[in-house]
C-alpha cells in the first residue's frame, strides 16, 4: 500500500482543511515524518490508519477523540484517503462520530460515522462494516498489525521486534502470503508422521 493523498479536515490540532501530496514524495515507498514535538506528526499517522481501519493508529485515543477542539462548528471531521495498492488505486473516506450544530433550530447534534470506499471498477461500498471488510482484505493486514508494520510511530517498531515467534510468523505471513507454503509444510509433516507410524 503507498499513500498518495491525504485530506484532513477539523481533525486532530488541523482546525481546517490540509492536505498532504505524498506522490510528490516520489515512489520509494519509505517516507520519514519529523518535526517538534507537537507538531502533528502522529496526527498523520492516526489520520492514515482512521482512513483505512476507522480507528487511530495508537490504542491510547478513541474515534470520538479525533474532531479537531480548534476546528470550527461549520467544518466537519473527515479523512479522506487515497492510496495504491498492487497498481490499483483506491479512494476511503470517514469521518467518527461527533457532536455538530444542528442544520436545523439550533442545538447540537451526533454526526454519526460513516466510511465510503470508492473501488478501482468505480464501484462504491458505504457500510462501515463492508467498507472494514473490504479494505483488510485489500491490504491483507488488520489495524493492530498495520501500525506494527506499515505505520512504525515513535518506537513502535520495537513492538515487531519483541512481538513473540507466533505473532511475527503470522504477520510475516499474512504480508508475504507465505501461507501457502505453512499449508504445504504442515501436509509434509502428516504425512511424514504417518510413514513413521507405518513403519
Known amino acids: 500500500m503507498r499513500p498518495l493523498k491525504l485530506t484532513i479536515a477539523g481533525f486532530g490540532p488541523y482546525a481546517g482543511v490540509e492536505t498532504l501530496d505524498f506522490?510528490?514524495?516520489g515512489t520509494g515507498g519509505l517516507y520519514l515524518i519529523t518535526g517538534d514535538t507537537g507538531a502533528g506528526k502522529t496526527t498523520i499517522f492516526d489520520a492514515i490508519t482512521f482512513?483505512?481501519?476507522g480507528e487511530a493508529s495508537g490504542d491510547n485515543r478513541e474515534p470520538a477523540m479525533l474532531r479537531s477542539k480548534y476546528a470550527p462548528p461549520e467544518v466537519p471531521t473527515e479523512v479522506e484517503l487515497v492510496f495504491s495498492n498492487q497498481g490499483k488505486t483506491y479512494t476511503v473516506r470517514r469521518?467518527?462520530?461527533?457532536?455538530?450544530?444542528?442544520?436545523?433550530?439550533?442545538?447540537?447534534?451526533?454526526?454519526?460515522?460513516?466510511?465510503?470506499l470508492t473501488l478501482p471498477d468505480g464501484r462504491v461500498v458505504t457500510k462501515l462494516r463492508e467498507?472494514?471488510?473490504?479494505?483488510?482484505?485489500?491490504?491483507?493486514?488488520?489495524?493492530?498489525?498495520?501500525?506494527?508494520?506499515?505505520?512504525?510511530a515513535q518506537g513502535d517498531f520495537l513492538k515487531l521486534?519483541?512481538?513473540?515467534?507466533?505473532?511475527?510468523?503470522?504477520?510475516?505471513?499474512?504480508?508475504?502470503?507465505t501461507r501457502y507454503y505453512q499449508i504445504f509444510q504442515?501436509?509434509?509433516r502428516k504425512e511424514?508422521?504417518?510413514?513413521?507410524?507405518?513403519?
Open 23 to 25: 506522490e510528490a514524495l
Open 51 to 53: 482512513a483505512l481501519f
Open 95 to 116: 469521518n467518527p462520530e461527533y457532536d455538530r450544530p444542528a442544520k436545523r433550530g439550533g442545538g447540537v447534534t451526533t454526526q454519526k460515522a460513516e466510511a465510503e
Open 131 to 152: 467498507v472494514n471488510a473490504e479494505l483488510i482484505g485489500i491490504l491483507g493486514v488488520d489495524r493492530r498489525q498495520f501500525s506494527q508494520i506499515a505505520m512504525i
Open 161 to 177: 521486534l519483541l512481538a513473540d515467534t507466533k505473532d511475527r510468523q503470522a504477520i510475516f505471513r499474512r504480508i508475504f502470503e
Open 186 to 188: 504442515d501436509r509434509l
Open 192 to 199: 511424514t508422521g504417518d510413514l513413521d507410524d507405518k513403519c
